[in-house]
């Protein structure tokens, strides 16, 4: 007797079981594109910007010849340079955090973790950072929320004369640090997800 119907959807056209192929369960399979694709995007986004921000560091180093020679050549300080390096030092290793941890620049206690399978590795990057990363920048943008906000609502400026009229910038770069390093800790959780599942990332 021939099998019809949603019958056809559950067995193998050879009579050898269940079909895992079937559309029956794709739909199980439905979410890895998107899972890749969000993977791909996340990826796409931290890379152009820690590109970007790499910049930063070359800005610090010819800001601070600039000040010492200004400073020994010609006997003139400026605040406002002085103010402009620890910016970008603050927009280069705040906002390149989700960067390293993208291209692995992070510190990591790897005793027993350069030893571990693809596999067990994967479980260590998902546990870490579902239960670790994702709570930690979701709690440090929380809990920046309000000091930020109140910087902004003064638009709070440098304490020192002649300094960066813009310390509420400055200050914003906690939350957005938060949210970039959230993004990539995600992706991360999703990579190895995928690598769990049998998908290559």
């Not at 200004?70 to 955090?97: C, D, P, T, W």
Request: charged fraction near 15%; proline fraction near 5%.
């Amino acid at each position: 007797m021939s099998v019809s119907g949603v019958g056809r959807n559950n067995f193998s056209p050879l009579g050898l079981g269940y079909d895992t192929l079937r559309p029956n369960n794709q739909k199980d399979l439905s979410a890895m594109p998107f899972l890749h694709a969000c993977v791909h995007y996340i990826d796409a986004f931290t890379d152009r910007s820690g590109r970007l921000l790499a910049w930063f560091a070359l800005g610090m180093a010819l800001v601070t010849a600039l000040i010492v020679v200004l400073r020994y050549g010609f006997n003139i300080g400026s605040i406002m340079a002085q103010e402009a390096v620890i910016y970008m030092h603050g927009g280069l290793f705040m906002l390149g955090a989700a960067y390293a941890l993208k291209t692995g620049a992070h510190v990591r206690v790897d005793i027993f973790y350069r030893d571990f399978s693809p596999r067990a590795r994967a479980w260590v990057n998902s546990l870490g950072g579902i239960v670790f990363l994702l709570p930690l920048c979701t709690f440090i943008c929380f809990s920046s929320w309000n000091y930020v906000a109140e910087s902004w609502a003064i638009r709070e400026i440098s304490p020192e004369p002649g300094g960066i009229p813009a310390v509420f910038l400055l200050k914003s770069l906690i939350p957005l640090m938060a949210v970039n390093l959230f993004l990539q800790g995600l992706a991360e959780t999703l990579r190895s997800a995928l690598v769990l599942v049998g998908e290559q990332p």
